[in-house]
C-alpha cells in the first residue's frame, strides 16, 4: 500500500426510519469501485434501522435510563458519566448513547448487529450496483488514557476487522509476535478526517487498500479483548 484516496459522500440527505441507506449511498454522488471500502456513521444505521428513542428535551439526565438498560454491565460511575460494557462487548460512555445530530427530544442507540447492518448495505451494493466492496460502521469513542475523541470500527462486512502480522517479520527480520492491527478501526479514522463531526457527511469511500485485507467473512468482534486477556477490569 503506497498510497490512499478518501472520498467524502455528499448528498445522502437526512435518513429516516426504514430508508435503505445502499440506495440513498448510490443515489448520492458516491462513485464506488470494487475493493473500496465503504465507512458510514452509526448514526445513520441508527437512525435507518428506528433505533431513535424519544428523551425529555428538558432534562438532560432522561437518557440514563437507556443508558441502563443497553449496558449489560457498569464498569465505573463518576458524576453523571457512566462506562458502561454493551451487549456487543463494546467498553464505552453511556453505553453507546448519543443526542447529537438528531432531532431535540430523541437519543440514538447503537444498531442491535452493526456486522448485520454492514453486511446488508454491502449485499445491496453488490445487488444493485455490481460492485464488490467492504462496509465499516464507525462510530466515536474516547480512548483511556488520552484526551479527545476518534472514530472506530463497531460493524464491518467484507474487510478484515484485524490483520495478524504474529509470524511475519520486522525490517530488521526480527520475527513478530504479537502484532495485530486493528484494520477496520485505522479505515474508520482515515474516513472520520473528510467526513468530520459536524458536516453533515455520514459516509465516505476509502480506496487503495491492501487486496488482501477483503475478506467475505469478517465481524467485528475479532477486536474485543476476551476478559481474560483483559488486565485493567
Same mark, same amino acid.
Not at 479483548?225 to 486477556?229: S, Y
Given at each position: 500500500m503506497s498510497a490512499l484516496e478518501i472520498f467524502a459522500v455528499n448528498g445522502i440527505g437526512e435518513v429516516r426510519p426504514g430508508d435503505d441507506?445502499?440506495?440513498?449511498?448510490l443515489d448520492s454522488d458516491a462513485d464506488l469501485a470494487d475493493r473500496d471500502c465503504l465507512v458510514i456513521t452509526q448514526k445513520v444505521v441508527s437512525k435507518a434501522e428506528n433505533r431513535i428513542v424519544?428523551?425529555?428535551?428538558?432534562?438532560?439526565?432522561?437518557?440514563?435510563?437507556?443508558?441502563?438498560?443497553?449496558?449489560?454491565? #457498569?464498569? $465505573?460511575? $463518576?458524576?453523571?458519566?457512566i462506562i458502561s460494557e454493551t451487549s456487543h462487548g463494546f467498553v464505552c460512555a453511556n453505553a453507546g448513547i448519543d443526542l447529537s445530530n438528531v432531532e431535540r @427530544?430523541? &437519543?440514538a442507540l447503537l444498531p442491535i448487529d452493526s456486522d448485520r447492518s454492514a453486511r446488508g448495505i454491502r449485499d445491496r451494493l453488490? &445487488?444493485? &450496483?455490481?460492485?464488490?466492496? @467492504? #462496509?465499516? #460502521?464507525s462510530d466515536t469513542f474516547g480512548r483511556p488514557w488520552r484526551r479527545g475523541v476518534t472514530d472506530i470500527a463497531i460493524g464491518c462486512a467484507g474487510i478484515a476487522a484485524i490483520v495478524d502480522l504474529r509470524g511475519s517479520t520486522d525490517t530488521f527480520g526480527r520475527e513478530l509476535k504479537v502484532t495485530e492491527v486493528a484494520a477496520v478501526d485505522e479505515i474508520a479514522a482515515a474516513a472520520?478526517? #473528510?467526513?468530520?463531526?459536524?458536516?453533515?457527511?455520514?459516509?465516505?469511500?476509502?480506496? @487503495?487498500?491492501?487486496?488482501?485485507?477483503?475478506?467475505?467473512s469478517c465481524v467485528v468482534g475479532e477486536i474485543v479483548?476476551?476478559?481474560?486477556?483483559d488486565l485493567f477490569r
Open positions: 441507506l445502499a440506495s440513498l449511498i424519544e428523551v425529555d428535551p428538558d432534562d438532560p439526565l432522561s437518557h440514563k435510563p437507556l443508558v441502563e438498560r443497553e449496558s449489560v454491565r #457498569v464498569l $465505573r460511575r $463518576r458524576g453523571d458519566l @427530544g430523541q &437519543a453488490k &445487488a444493485r &450496483a455490481g460492485v464488490d466492496v @467492504g #462496509v465499516v #460502521v472520520d478526517l #473528510v467526513m468530520g463531526k459536524a458536516q453533515g457527511i455520514p459516509a465516505a469511500i476509502v480506496r @487503495g487498500l491492501r487486496e488482501e485485507w477483503f475478506r467475505p479483548r476476551p476478559p481474560a486477556e
